[in-house]
């Protein structure tokens, strides 16, 4: 059974435009919330995270958003450029887990010039 | 050279065979990591090395044997491999396998298929 899932496999958003990205988690002990991007033939890269005690976390074009009570966390981008074009997956974890993540099977993202 | 550097970029191997994957961190951290990724799987964990001493393995089958001569270094042994073994295997590290905030930092993967 996915604990961590990313509902829609793709995503096509205009340059310029807002990229919404979902994930959904079942396990309610995780408490802390990742999201790694992955261009191909490389590595995931960490983009950005967020406490289980935060509903927010911003970093520059990159938003995340945690809803506990409906577990459920999106990554916003804004304003979307040609070079945010990857893949972006979802990741959770215990507290004191380290490097041990769920991961989400992943969203690839198309932003159009 | 930086970073997480993973070794070969692609392998190809029959079932009998017997190859190792290699990886090697530069970020001084002090626990390593395997994840797997199947086609149309989300990255699954297999292995932790915390200091060179193994804190968790998945549930992964025995021809798989990873090995941790050091902190920088990882090695996956394979041997008897299955056609469905077939993935991007990813190395990983990060400061420790027990902090909140420590960040995984991968390297490229190694691309496997058996046949």
């Known amino acids: 059974d996915q604990q961590v899932k990313q509902n829609s496999p793709s995503l096509s958003v205009q340059e310029g435009r807002i990229s919404i990205l979902n994930c959904d988690y079942t396990?309610?002990?995780?408490?802390?919330f990742l999201w790694y991007k992955k261009y191909p033939a490389e590595g995931p890269t960490f983009l950005i995270s967020?406490?289980?005690?935060?509903d927010k976390n911003e970093d520059g074009r990159f938003t995340v958003f945690l809803n506990k009570s409906a577990k459920h966390l999106s990554l916003h981008i804004v304003p979307s450029q040609p070079g945010d074009s990857a893949v972006y997956f979802c990741?959770?974890?215990?507290?004191?887990?380290?490097?041990?993540?769920?991961f989400g099977q992943g969203t690839e993202l198309s932003v159009k010039p | 050279e930086t970073g997480v550097t993973q070794t070969p970029r692609h392998l190809v191997m029959g079932m009998t065979n017997k190859k190792s994957l290699k990886c090697e961190q530069h970020?001084?951290?002090?626990?390593m990591y395997w994840y797997k990724q199947s086609a149309k799987k989300p990255l699954e964990l297999m292995f932790v090395?915390?200091?060179?001493?193994?804190?968790e393995n998945n549930s992964v089958p025995s021809r798989f044997s990873p090995e941790c001569p050091n902190s920088s270094h990882l090695f996956l042994h394979l041997h008897t491999l299955q056609p469905e073994d077939s993935a991007l295997y990813l190395c990983?590290?990060?400061?420790?396998?027990?902090?909140?905030?420590?960040?995984?930092?991968f390297g490229n993967g190694t691309r496997l298929t058996v046949t």
């Open positions: 990741a959770a974890k215990r507290e004191n887990q380290g490097g041990k993540l769920i």
């Open positions: 967020i406490s289980s005690i935060k």
């Open positions: 970020l001084g951290h002090n626990a």
């Open positions: 990983a590290s990060s400061q420790d396998d027990n902090g909140l905030n420590s960040p995984l930092h």
């Open positions: 396990n309610s002990m995780f408490d802390y």
């Open positions: 090395y915390n200091f060179k001493e193994q804190t």
